[in-house]
């Protein structure tokens, strides 16, 4: 199993310039949920999905938007990227009950 | 909403000396969970605990979960260079669903200095 993979590793984008971060998980998991962490900030949830065609919005959500058409794929929009933005983000998923989590690799995003 | 509260933000410590990260919670938890994330790296899970007073030991690593089930620690014993790192906690709600959002603590970042 590949577990949680993310692409790309490194994005440098322009203000205003809209991307896809990719995330896919090869171990079934219903859940799955974006992160994203800032210096001192820890992990912020962004947008999480419990099962295909189910999303909701976790503590930053402004400025991306997720989808989930199969259980295997969670892409995360970011719409009109802005400095604020830069981060490094991180795609999670998990299973059913009291089960650990498994993070992706993470995505370093830089916005100029 | 359920806070999870993570102490101290940062520890410095000698190679050789104790290390203890403490998890509060504002509500009571199904479970608590600690990860290991090394600098440049992702979150990896360490260890889950679900009972009350429950304590759990991975080699100098001590973990435990409070009687109310609203707080907890991690305690490492005579620290490496290997153990530098952020420690994140992260619980589940009691008696929301198995698919609630896993809520975790802001972390605590350890260096160890030889």
């Known amino acids: 199993n590949a577990g949680v993979t993310q692409t790309p590793k490194f994005q440098v984008l322009k203000t205003g310039q809209s991307m896809t971060l990719q995330c896919a998980q090869d171990?079934?998991?219903?859940?799955m949920s974006w992160y994203r962490q800032d210096p001192g900030m820890g992990l912020r949830l962004i947008h999480y999905?419990?099962?295909?065609?189910?999303?909701d919005q976790g503590e930053v959500p402004n400025g991306y938007n997720v989808s989930r058409s199969t259980t295997e794929d969670f892409p995360l929009r970011l719409l009109s990227a802005a400095p604020s933005q830069t981060s490094v983000y991180f795609c999670?998923?998990?299973?059913?009950?009291?089960?650990?989590?498994?993070f992706g690799p993470g995505t370093r995003l830089l916005v100029l | 909403g359920q806070q999870v509260m993570q102490i101290p933000q940062y520890q410095h410590v000698q190679e050789g000396e104790d290390f203890t990260t403490y998890c509060n919670s504002s509500?009571?938890?199904?479970?608590i969970q600690w990860y290991k994330q090394r600098p440049g790296g992702h979150p990896v899970f360490l260890i889950q605990?679900?009972?009350?007073?429950e304590v759990k030991k991975q080699k100098r690593l001590t973990f435990q979960f409070g009687e109310a089930k609203k707080n907890s620690s991690l305690h490492i014993t005579a620290t490496q260079t290997t153990d530098v790192g952020t420690y994140f906690c992260?619980?589940?709600?009691?008696?929301?669903?198995?698919?609630?959002?896993?809520?975790f603590g802001q972390g605590t970042i350890l260096t160890v200095h030889p």
């Open positions: 509500t009571t938890l199904s479970n």
């Open positions: 605990l679900v009972k009350s007073g």
């Open positions: 999670a998923s998990r299973g059913q009950g009291l089960v650990p989590q498994y």
């Open positions: 171990m079934n998991h219903e859940y």
């Open positions: 992260a619980g589940l709600k009691a008696g929301g669903t198995s698919y609630g959002k896993l809520t």
């Open positions: 999905s419990v099962g295909a065609g189910i999303t």
